[in-house]
């Protein structure tokens, strides 16, 4: 849990532009491959609820994580937006405020998506597109074409 309040506060400080520079060093030892495998259960419990569409962009964000190129700055913002969306708390309640309190989520993702897309590989988009037809099954050529 540490791990994940330590990235979540990352992502905050980096999307409010303050210094980030302390909190990375305490990621330094995390074994990212054990914490990607735990995050991957997430996302296949999430994507249960929220469909092809709103997993796509996290299964994304998964696989640059896995990538060996990752930086510890992009592997800490992508677990946070990752871990933002799948759990049941939110800074901005969707119960309390509907559309912010999902804008909130899709904004970190947003975010995120945008510091790593250079890594967003053919490669990366195959492996989505595979484990979300594992997970939804095949969606004819013409929806998957873009």
């Known amino acids: 849990m540490f791990i994940t309040i330590i990235c979540i506060t990352i992502l905050a400080y980096a999307i409010g532009g303050k210094d980030i520079n302390k909190h990375l060093d305490k990621l330094k030892d995390v074994?990212?491959?054990?914490?990607?495998?735990d995050i991957f259960r997430k996302i296949g419990n999430?994507?249960?609820?929220?469909?092809?569409m709103a997993t796509k962009p996290l299964l994304q964000l998964y696989y640059v994580l896995t990538m060996g190129e990752t930086t510890t700055l992009e592997k800490a913002l992508i677990v946070g937006a990752i871990l933002y969306t799948?759990?049941?708390?939110?800074?901005?309640?969707?119960?309390a405020h509907k559309i912010?309190?999902?804008?909130?989520?899709?904004?970190?993702?947003?975010?995120?998506?945008?510091?790593?897309?250079?890594?967003?590989?053919?490669e990366i988009s195959a492996k989505v597109e595979e484990t979300l037809n594992a997970w939804f099954g095949a969606q004819p050529f013409a929806q998957t074409a873009q």
């Open 31 to 37: 074994d990212w491959k054990a914490k990607s495998s």
């Open 86 to 95: 799948v759990m049941p708390f939110s800074l901005i309640s969707a119960k």
């Open 46 to 52: 999430y994507a249960k609820k929220a469909g092809r």
């Open 100 to 122: 912010l309190g999902m804008l909130d989520e899709g904004l970190a993702v947003l975010y995120v998506i945008k510091k790593v897309q250079n890594k967003i590989t053919p």
